[in-house]
Antibody
Framework: EVLLLESGGGLEHPGGSLRLSCAAS????????MSWVRQAPGKGLEWVSS????????EYADSVRGRFTISRDNSRNTVYLQMNSLRVEDTATYYC???????????WGQGTRVIVSS | DIVLTQAPLSSPVTLGQPASISCRSS???????????LSWLHQRPGQPPRLLIY???NRFSGVPDRFSGSGAGTDFTLRISRVEAEDVGVYYC?????????FGQGTKLEIK
């Protein structure tokens, strides 16, 4: 069974940093690109970042480029999102999702909530 | 960047009746490998999104056959042949053909 479990969310002040983690199980992690998607309270889904299976290729939304860094540790079956220079508008539930080549975004975690507030 | 526009944004439907949601892309969603990575996802309140349809018309594992997808190029449609109570929630189209990946605004399906 494919499982994705996010952690690391919480309350942070503007300008602060958080690191989100997404622990994967039930599949050969290194074979799959992974993504982060966020959802602000009461709003729709927003793609944030993606990383290739080997961790070499990364992509970012304009809204987070230069502030967020996606990475992965295939020995730990974990993908990370380092979030720096946090802004109030980064407040959201952050989901990790698997990006299968044939069925993109086929499995999602339950999400971790990030609140940025002074 | 590609923009996905869904219509309607809200859809009150009678149980047992059909429902249809449109998704229009600002650019072609054909990937360089020839595939079109247009998906439909369903999200219930307090839950993560769930994949329903991938590559325009393929039902994901466990998805009932009352859900179907169609379209090509820039125009796509999700159809529910007979709406059931469990189908309420928000439906999103999304494209994973080109970066940045993108979602439509969402369509809220409600029971009349």
């Amino acid at each position: 069974e494919v499982l994705l479990l996010e952690s690391g969310g919480g309350l942070e002040h503007p300008g602060g940093s958080l690191r989100l983690s997404c622990a994967a199980s039930g599949f050969t992690f290194s074979r799959f690109p992974m993504s982060w998607v966020r959802q602000a309270p009461g709003k729709g889904l927003e793609w944030v970042s993606s990383i290739g299976g080997r961790g070499i290729n990364t992509e970012y939304a304009d809204s987070v480029r230069g502030r967020f860094t996606i990475s992965r540790d295939n020995s730990r079956n974990t993908v990370y999102l380092q979030m720096n220079s946090l802004r109030v508008e980064d407040t959201a539930t952050y989901y990790c999702a698997r990006r299968d080549e044939y069925t993109p975004y086929d499995y999602w975690g339950q999400g971790t909530r990030v609140i940025v507030s002074s | 960047d590609i923009v996905l526009t869904q219509a309607p944004l809200s859809s009150p439907v009678t149980l047992g009746q059909p429902a249809s949601i449109s998704c229009r892309s600002s650019q072609s969603l054909v990937h360089s490998n020839g595939n079109t990575y247009l998906s439909w996802l369903h999200q219930r309140p307090g839950q993560p999104p769930r994949l329903l349809i991938y590559k325009i018309s393929n039902r994901f594992s466990g998805v009932p056959d009352r859900f179907s997808g169609s379209g090509a190029g820039t125009d796509f449609t999700l159809r529910i042949s007979r709406v059931e109570a469990e189908d309420v929630g928000v439906y999103y189209c999304m494209q994973a053909s080109h970066f940045p990946h993108a979602f439509g605004q969402g369509t809220k399906l409600e029971i009349k």
